[in-house]
């Protein structure tokens, strides 16, 4: 079992910086796969970023590419996003997610966290 919890609620200006965190409980969380979705309203939830266990291995969505950075510490269980150049477009709710195999996909991953609020202004 891996329970996580985001934090980094932000308004930010568009062309700003916001890094999310994802702390996870379990001692399981260092052989998963960590991934970050989000969801804008109306919208479905859509795949940004993963990382392996190790951290060696990066993957991410076309539209967040250079700017988006994924990382880990798993001393700490504890997973990052930090955005730069932010858009209005990238408004929505920030998830993180973790899972063994992991993937791009939603049903990709077992374990949620509940979503935190990310508003980018113009």
């Known amino acids: 079992q891996v329970q996580l919890v985001e934090s980094g609620v932000g308004l930010v200006q568009a062309g700003g910086s916001l890094r999310l965190s994802c702390a996870a409980s379990?001692?399981?969380?260092?052989?998963?796969?960590m991934g970050w979705f989000r969801q804008a309203r109306g919208k479905e939830r859509e795949f940004v970023a993963a990382?392996?266990?190790?951290?060696?291995?990066?993957y991410y969505a076309d539209s967040v590419k250079a700017r988006f950075t994924i990382s880990r510490d798993n001393t700490k269980n504890t997973g990052y996003l930090q955005m730069n150049s932010l858009k209005p477009e990238d408004t929505g709710v920030y998830y993180c997610?973790?899972?063994?195999?992991?993937?791009?996909?939603?049903?990709?991953?077992?374990?949620w966290g509940q979503g935190t609020q990310v508003t980018v202004s113009s």
């Open positions: 997610a973790a899972d063994l195999a992991g993937g791009t996909e939603n049903s990709d991953y077992d374990y």
């Open positions: 379990g001692r399981t969380f260092r052989s998963n796969v």
């Open positions: 990382i392996n266990w190790t951290g060696g291995r990066t």
